[in-house]
């Protein structure tokens, strides 16, 4: 509607809530351990609906109004996720998500976009990616970190348009971030990764 609302989970029994700009909650849904929530335009049509994981490994995707939409369980276990506009930056968003040693695009239906291997990423990541332009004449690349903020560290891989891994770093800290930066002059990115006070 226009209107700036928020939209939160809560671990526990909290369920999730949507407050309104001035913090006054409109609803209120059950659930238990809602961990994640994003915002996302499901359909393609520019409706924006709230997606959210849990305990029970579920993908959720709610209306304005809190009412479920959809609700699926991938493959994989699916827990902390992030929105990917794939395979260009100018495509809808995808739910991205390490699991597996694999990276994992999921449409809102549960079902596998995409998916790349990720040696060593194990299960407890989360992952963040980006399309990159590294040459201006090809295809669009993936970038992904996967950030292990627990142990202070982050891997970032590089995906050539084909989908093979061509590209691997271990970060020795925690980078929860990752964007590209658009050359004008030679149509290639730059890629940039969001580190503990500093910029990769």
Known sequence: DGNLEFAVGFNGMGGIHLLNAEGKKLWKENGANIWHVEIADVTGTGTMQIVHSDAGGAMTVR??????????????YFSHFSLCPWPTSTNRSYALLSENEIIWLFDYDGSVAAKYPAPDCGSLGHA??????LESMTANYLAVIVDFSNWESSIFYVYDPSGNLIFKEVVPESCPSIAVLKNDKTGADTILVGGAGKIW
């Open 63 to 76: 209306d304005a109004k809190g009412n479920i939409v959809k609700q699926s369980k991938p493959g994989p």
């Open 128 to 133: 963040h990616g980006t399309p990159a332009k």
